[in-house]
């Protein structure tokens, strides 16, 4: 099993610019997560899924969108990237919600200049 | 909402132990401990669970106060490989399910 991959590693955006970054999974797990991490402050959650269709808010959900059309994948959009988004991204996945380990994946490192 | 960690940072030699703390304000339904080295992906140590069940590590410990919605991760005869950012995570208790991160423990162990 790969676990959960992650791609890009890394990428520099221009201010305004769009990008997707891409997650997925093959552990059947129904609940995934997308976390960015900034120095000193932990993981903050942006938005999670339930299930294939399925997905909510998390702590920082402003200026991310995300779908979920299948198991496998759950993709983290952005839009009109600012400076504020420059962090590195890791998604996860658990098999259960509540009381499961999270397996994270290799993250993504953006910076927005 | 965010766990409060302490200490911050600690360096230690060789085999010699720490514990790294963790709280909360608000009741608990489990605590995560996870460690992440620099520049990689956080990785699970184990889960406390309300009701006293605990999943994970066989060479680390922890302990979980429900009453104070404290926990403690104790690293005992720590070894080189022990070092990184020790992060706690908590679910709250009813119906809320996501994880909380707090800020995180940075732990360097010197030879």
């Known amino acids: 099993n790969a676990g959960v991959t992650q791609t890009p590693k890394f990428r520099i955006l221009k201010i305004g610019q769009s990008m997707t970054l891409q997650c997925a999974q093959d552990?059947?797990?129904?609940?995934m997560y997308w976390y960015r991490q900034d120095p000193g402050m932990g993981l903050k959650l942006i938005y999670y899924s339930v299930g294939a269709g399925i997905t909510d808010k998390g702590e920082v959900p402003n200026g991310y969108n995300v779908s979920r059309s299948t198991t496998e994948d759950f993709p983290l959009r952005l839009e009109l990237a600012a400076p504020s988004q420059t962090s590195v991204y890791f998604c996860?996945?658990?098999?259960?919600?509540?009381?499961?380990?999270?397996?994270f994946g290799p993250g993504t490192r953006l910076t927005v200049t | 909402q965010q766990p409060v960690q302490s200490p911050q940072a600690v360096i230690l030699r060789e085999g010699e132990d720490a514990v790294i703390n963790c709280s909360s304000s608000?009741?608990?339904?489990?605590v995560h401990w996870y460690r992440q080295k620099h520049g990689e992906a956080p990785v699970f140590l184990m889960i406390l669970l309300k009701g006293g069940e605990q999943k994970g590590h066989d060479k680390i410990s922890a302990s979980f106060n429900e009453k104070k919605q404290q926990s403690s991760l104790y690293l005992t005869a720590s070894q080189l490989s022990y070092s990184g950012t020790y992060f706690c995570g908590t679910e709250l208790g009813g119906s809320q399910g996501n994880l909380i991160f707090g800020k995180g423990t940075k732990l360097s162990v010197k030879p």
């Open positions: 552990m059947n797990h129904n609940y």
């Open positions: 608000k009741a608990l339904y489990s």
């Open positions: 996860a996945s658990s098999y259960y919600y509540r009381g499961s380990e999270q397996y």
